[in-house]
């Protein structure tokens, strides 16, 4: 992606329906220097992004973009990268850097020779290591390192790092504090009130035995502490812990769980670190911490997996699982952990996993894209954020004979967060991050709103002032339902969606519902609004397909088909007040060409067989949940 951009792959068409102000979240009252919507408007942004202080991203790629370059790209301006200008197709609304803490900022020193490290005999060791897989503008070979693999130390390092073990020695390790005072004074320097949100932020990066526990901490304010590491303990206990004695020092921060897909059914198990059956302070403590979960990024889409949910024919979307389990993959995905969540809230009295959803890129170039059009293929087959890669590189990747290779092809372009705000300030979005007023898209800025409640009215959407009365009379994504009135049969559900004027149009919105009955859990997908005259089949209850206009040998599709509004009020037609329940929404678009179906197409070679040459671009909400009479609502 050059300064003129990829060449479009797609068609987009502009939108043709006449939406309210309201619904777009565009009528906001004006402060002076602040707009300002008491109806919440939505904005896009990362929450997880590395650059060249992040051990792994300077290691493998030869990482150089700092903390000033990744915000200025988010916010759309020009940045130079290994040698060229680039630009973000369009500018995030906001961007959280969470490079690693365990040693930020140390090996990076090694580009500069008169530091410390390239002195020492570890500096130097890395170096020699390193050279063979090195190009002039820095950047790192990565088909080299991935057809004669890495020096051994340089694997031991890494895994040591991650493992809570350090190998850095002590009188190196004086980089880090530095660098973690840079990169808060990037986010500071960067922060724009009403234009631009940057949030001071670090990854935890736990990994037991090969296992990923990692979590992104998001500070709120403008100051933040030194980072709780994984070399200061591997347990999410004990940055719960952490985070609740840094609060009484006056930093609040949350902390938000990524690709549990790799994480061996640890990140949603029925037991603490220790292997002791959760608890009810266990319960609270995370719930409290952790009031969001990634439900997808570069490494794929944690949402649920195909045998968790073998009635939902849509449930293989950008799977990459942890090749370590067989079988079902439980506790490794999201849609799964509502279910135990639910489970436990009636077993010890609180909900560990009553989340909300958000989705990020997890890139390591610093640089973060989000359209299919941007991506080149998982983290350094080619130079993610910054130029084509060459034909050589994708024929390569497209042909997948190398098994690393293969997991790079099947890695899918960066996800986005939506919250829906006030206003584009820190104190705004941090507050929707907190009541789980959030969504997720696998890319696209595709906006949609999702209300509950037990008297909202059947012909809500037909009124101008929907979104007033859906809040005044319902909640929104990430709330709980009020009690049940006795004269209430079932919850109804408002759903709105609007699609992204440069992407797809949208095929169907469902309303996806998980539920407790007898401590065992179960879930259902409901189609509540499509476009066109499909009908369900009577024996099946599944919609048809919206069709597919994607042309194979040109790249590009055609938005004759689907629609650019879809919206309904729902009532669950099962409904038992009995059974708590938490239900979320899922927009989809119309199949559209995925990443690597335009990189073959664009180097005029044959399209990947082991990955689909379409799929459909999609949103999920954060929930709503329903608790039962004498369950507890909250927690």
């Known amino acids: 992606m050059t300064k003129t951009f990829i060449a479009e792959a797609t068609c987009a068409a502009a939108l043709g329906a006449v939406l309210s102000m309201q619904a777009w979240g565009e009528t906001p009252a004006q402060s002076a220097a602040v707009a300002v919507n008491p109806l919440r408007t939505a904005y896009f942004g990362d929450l997880h992004l590395h650059t060249t202080y992040s051990l792994d991203a300077w290691i493998f790629f030869g990482t150089r973009v700092v903390p000033d370059d990744a915000y200025r790209f988010a916010k759309g301006e020009t940045v130079q990268y290994l ?15 969470t490079d690693h803490a365990e040693n930020i900022g140390v090996m990076n020193e090694l580009d500069d020779p008169n530091s410390a490290i390239s002195h020492s005999d570890l500096g130097k060791s890395f170096a020699q290591a390193l050279a063979p897989y090195t190009q002039p503008d820095g950047s790192r070979n990565r088909l080299s390192q991935l057809h004669t693999g890495l020096p051994e130390m340089v694997w031991k390092f890494l895994e040591a790092g991650f493992a809570g073990r350090s190998r850095i020695p002590e009188a190196l390790q004086g980089s880090s504090a530095p660098a973690w005072q840079r990169e808060i004074e990037a986010a500071n320097r960067n922060y724009q009130p009403g234009r631009f949100t940057t949030f001071i932020a670090y990854e935890w990066s736990s990994t037991p035995n090969g296992r990923n526990l990692h979590r992104n901490v998001i ?46 059914g640890l990140m949603y198990d029925w037991v603490d670190s220790e292997g002791r059956p959760i608890d009810e302070a266990y319960a609270e403590h995370r719930a409290l911490n952790e009031p969001l979960n990634e439900i997808g990024q570069v490494k794929g889409v944690s949402e649920t997996y195909p045998l968790l949910s073998p009635e939902d024919e849509l449930a293989n979307f950008e799977i990459l699982a942890d090749p370590r389990v067989k079988g079902s993959q439980a506790g490794s ?54 130029g084509q890669p060459t034909a050589q590189e994708v024929a390569t990747l497209v042909g997948a004979g190398n098994s690393d290779l293969q997991f790079d092809l099947k890695t899918s372009s960066g996800k986005l967060t939506g919250v829906w705000a006030e206003s584009n300030t820190r104190e705004s979005i941090y507050e929707a991050l907190r009541r789980r007023e959030t969504f997720a898209t696998s890319g696209t800025e595709l906006k949609f709103r999702f209300f509950g409640g037990w008297e909202l009215d059947t012909r809500l959407l037909h009124h101008k002032d ?52 007898g401590g065992q859990q179960h879930e259902n997908v409901f189609d509540v609004a499509w476009a066109g005259q499909r009908k369900s089949d009577p ?8 069709g597919d206009t994607v042309d194979l040998e040109a790249g590009t599709y055609t ?9 309904a009020v729902w009532q669950d037609p099962h409904f038992d007040p009995r059974q708590s329940a938490a239900y979320y929404l899922r927009a989809l678009e119309i199949p559209t060409p995925r990443w690597s179906t335009l990189l073959a197409i664009h180097h005029h070679l044959p399209l990947p067989k082991d990955v689909p040459a379409t799929e459909q671009q999609r949103g999920w909400s954060s929930p709503i949940w329903y608790s039962s009479p004498g369950q507890p609502v909250g927690k």
């Open 83 to 97: 040698g060229q200008p680039v630009q973000r197709r369009q500018p995030l609304d906001f961007l959280a850097v």
């Open 219 to 264: 500070f709120r304010g403008d100051k933040a502490p030194s980072p709780f590491t994984a070399l200061d303990s591997q347990k999410p206990e004990d940055l719960w812990a952490w985070l609740e004695q840094i609060r009484k020092e006056g930093y609040e921060a949350l902390a938000i769980p990524h690709n549990p897909n790799f994480s061996s």
């Open 559 to 567: 938005n004759t088909i689907g629609a650019a509004e879809l919206q």
């Open 539 to 546: 024996k099946t209850g599944k919609l048809p397909p919206v």
């Open 333 to 386: 995905y999201l849609r799964d952990a509502l279910g135990r969540g639910l489970v436990l809230q009636r077993l010890v009295g609180a909900n560990p996993y009553k989340f909300g959803f958000v989705g990020a890129s997890d890139l390591h170039s610093g640089l973060s894209v989000s359209a299919q059009a941007d991506y080149g293929g998982s983290q350094g087959v080619v130079n993610l954020g910054g």
């Open 466 to 517: 929907w979104v007033a009365a859906a809040y005044a009379h319902g909640v929104p994504m990430g709330s709980d339902l009020p009690a049940k009135p006795a004269s209430a049969k079932a919850p109804r559900f408002a759903v709105w969606a609007v699609k992204d004027p440069n992407s797809g149009n949208l095929d169907r919105l469902q309303v996806i519902k998980v539920w407790e009955a």
